[in-house]
């Protein structure tokens, strides 16, 4: 099976600032690996995924690096808005098995 | 293009009712998950399928808990006798095959039991 922990439940950061999410998972042989972005009353978007051949990658304002040594994945947000402010959760699959998600980390934007 | 829906968006039952929980996947999208989120907690997963088979139905909490997908697309959870216990939001995924591909989510029904 898969456990995943986030090392924070939540985090302020100044409008502006950068801020980086983490997340821990317990089972090596997790190959893919999902950030999603949650506002209050919807369902989970998308964000940016990454496979476990690779350790970084890169979208719009956002960077997930993965260290499959220490089975750490993070989210970092560069220049953050008030619109980044929700709850973040990682996701951690193995194979064709089901997503297994996080906590979550609520991320408050402050201006 | 049109996301995933779900309906209703909201469900007030009593206890010991019956509810079916229907989902719209994407056009095209063969894998197709429910999962079950708890106020501040993160979706768990309840079932997923693959076409119109339950390729994995290892979530479902007990034999109260029941979904079906018989043409491949709109997918149905049913929920006998309803407890209270089963009040949260209830989601559904779609992803274009399963495996290592990204899974798009609906808005959720959140269901409470009286």
């Known amino acids: 099976g898969e456990s995943v922990g986030l090392h924070l439940p939540t985090l302020s950061v100044q409008e502006g600032d950068n801020s980086i999410i983490n997340c821990a998972y317990s089972?090596?042989?997790?190959?893919?690996f999902i950030w999603y972005k949650q506002e209050s009353g919807k369902g989970p978007q998308f964000i940016i995924d990454?496979?476990?051949?690779?350790d970084k990658r890169q979208g719009q304002r956002v960077t997930v690096l993965l260290n499959k040594t220490v089975k750490h994945l993070s989210l970092q947000i560069a220049a953050t808005q008030p619109g980044d402010s929700a709850v973040y959760f990682c996701?951690?699959?193995?194979?064709?098995?089901?997503?297994?998600f996080g906590t979550g980390t609520r991320l408050t934007i402050i201006p | 293009g049109a996301g995933v829906s779900q309906t209703p968006s909201n469900k007030v039952t009593e206890k010991g009712k019956y509810v079916e929980l229907r989902c719209d996947p994407i056009?095209?999208?063969?894998?197709l998950y429910w999962y079950r989120q708890s106020l501040g907690q993160g979706p768990e997963f309840l079932i997923y399928?693959?076409?119109?088979?339950?390729?994995?139905d290892s979530g479902l909490p007990n034999d109260r808990f029941f979904a079906v997908r018989p043409e491949g697309s709109v997918s149905t959870l049913k929920i006998q006798r309803t407890e209270r216990g089963d009040s949260a939001v209830y989601l559904c995924?779609?992803?274009?095959?399963?495996?290592?591909?990204?899974?798009?989510f609906g808005p959720g029904t959140r269901l409470t039991v009286t």
């Open positions: 089972n090596s042989a997790s190959d893919y």
């Open positions: 056009s095209g999208h063969t894998a």
């Open positions: 996701a951690v699959k193995f194979g064709n098995e089901k997503l297994t």
């Open positions: 399928f693959q076409g119109t088979g339950a390729a994995d």
């Open positions: 995924a779609s992803s274009l095959k399963s495996g290592p591909y990204e899974q798009y």
């Open positions: 990454i496979r476990s051949n690779m």
